[in-house]
């Protein structure tokens, strides 16, 4: 872990309210693995607390992380323009580990598609990747192409604008016994992680499920426990440390 002061290579709109900011490293900062993430500062000093990004693709000393506009903090990372410089933190947290699985179905919803996405560019050719991403509307929607590259991609929008009508889970369900998958990866928000955990349940499932959790932060480096979790053992767990990504079974959403 790095702390660097990067430069911005560009910094634009990609879809409705979603922004992709590429950063130039000055160093190398080791391997990145798909679903770690990095603090990125906002540039101005009334923000003292940096704001966890997923990493979304590596390009040899470049890294591009996809951010929603939400509050004061992304706005103002949005105003920034190419050659300005901002701090950034990385790479954090433990990241998707795929074991030796082979067949991996990727469940992802609105800003949680973004960490998912540098798995699929991470072991391009290596694994078959099936990708159900789920947006609110064909305006939200974004980074197909790097979904599409890894393998199968299914779009899903709550509206039905396009592709499949209805959320991410659903469209999982909709297809999984044609997919033989050996292991699921995902990430989105609390409420699409619990319909997944009760989809799996439901359906009986067995398959090895692992999720990137998201949960406010201060420090990001397992300093502070702003970030704790409640575990299924009762136990407690920094999402920044000991996450992002745990087994579904492993706690509590
Ligand atoms: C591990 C991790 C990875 C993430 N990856 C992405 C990503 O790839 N793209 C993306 O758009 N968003 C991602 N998020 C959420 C993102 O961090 C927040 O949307 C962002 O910090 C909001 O900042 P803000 O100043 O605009 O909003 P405000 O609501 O004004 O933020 C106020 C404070 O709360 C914190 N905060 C607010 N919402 C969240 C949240 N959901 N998670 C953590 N901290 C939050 C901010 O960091 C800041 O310190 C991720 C969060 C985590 C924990
Ligand atoms: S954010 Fe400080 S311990 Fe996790």
Redesign the pocket.
């Known amino acids: 872990m790095k702390e660097l002061l990067a430069t911005i290579k560009e910094n634009k709109k990609i879809a409705e309210g979603i922004w992709a900011i590429t950063l130039t490293l000055p160093e190398k900062v080791g391997k990145i693995k798909g679903g770690q993430f990095a603090n990125l500062s906002v540039g101005d000093d009334s923000f003292p607390l940096k704001r966890p990004l997923g990493i979304c693709s590596v390009q040899g000393d470049d890294i591009t992380l996809c951010y929603q506009l939400k509050g004061d903090g992304t706005r103002r990372i949005a105003e920034k323009k190419a050659g300005e410089k901002l701090s950034v933190l990385l790479p954090l947290g433990n990241g998707f580990d795929l074991g030796d699985a082979k067949n991996i179905a990727v469940i992802g919803g609105g800003v949680g598609i973004f960490p998912l996405a540098a798995v699929v560019e991470e072991h391009l050719g290596k694994r078959n990747f099936y990708s159900y991403i789920g947006f609110r509307s064909a305006g939200y929607a974004c980074l197909e192409d790097m979904f599409a590259r890894g393998g199968r991609l299914t779009v899903a929008t709550d509206d039905g604008s396009i592709g499949f009508k209805g959320n991410a889970v659903q469209a999982f369900l909709n297809d999984y016994k044609n997919i033989g998958a050996d292991l699921i990866i995902s990430c989105g928000p609390p409420v699409m992680l619990r319909a997944l955990k009760a989809a799996l349940a439901g359906h009986g499932i067995a398959t090895k499920c692992l999720v990137s959790l998201e949960e406010r932060?201060?420090?990001?480096?397992?300093?502070?426990?702003?970030?704790v979790c409640k575990k299924a053992d009762g136990g407690n767990a920094?999402?920044?440390?000991d996450g992002p990504v745990f087994g579904i079974e492993e706690v509590e959403l």
């Open positions: 932060m201060g420090c990001g480096i397992g300093a502070c426990l702003v970030c920094r999402v920044c440390k």
